[in-house]
């Protein structure tokens, strides 16, 4: 005798194969994000922290908002300090004399110093070198929160090591229309 089907059938196969389902879209999950943790070369934590970056600057100095604004626009998170002692945050954070500019920031343990472009801190992030930080000495014209029209002034941006090792990061020649 042929055992009679619940009139609810569908929906208990439906539920019973749920928790196999969900397991599966769990496990996927983990797989895309631990191949973009591999492939990048950054722990989740990096990963999440990576957008947080602490902006220390002078009161007066207006420019250092064009540059905090440029860096809220790629997607950093950003602390906005101002303080009236910036010579004694250059020198807490150890940058050189050379290479100061405007405002000194710190991302996940870097240091960033002047105008340098976002694009080139999240490269900075994603390589991790061995290194102190990034710096665009002085303030160049047409770097972020330099702008100044169409002007604009070639720039390099430099690394520096705690061994007073400076080296070209990138560089950023004349432009020519």
Known sequence: MRQKKSPCWQLELYF???PRFVAV???MAIAI?????VNTGMSYADTIAATNI???????CSCCGGWIDHLKTEGFQVQDLSTDNIEAV????KVPDNLTSCHTAIVNGYVIEGHVPASDIQSLLQKRPNIVGLSVPQMPVGTPGMEM?????????L???????VEVFRDYPLQTN
């Open 33 to 37: 994000l631990g191949s973009f943790i």
């Open 149 to 157: 029209g169409s002007k604009k002034d070639p720039f390099t941006v």
């Open 25 to 27: 879209l769990v496990m």
């Open 16 to 18: 019973s194969n749920l």
């Open 90 to 93: 250059k020198q807490n954070y």
């Open 159 to 165: 690394s520096f090591s705690s061994q007073d090792k």
């Open 54 to 60: 602490t902006v220390y600057h002078t009161p007066e």
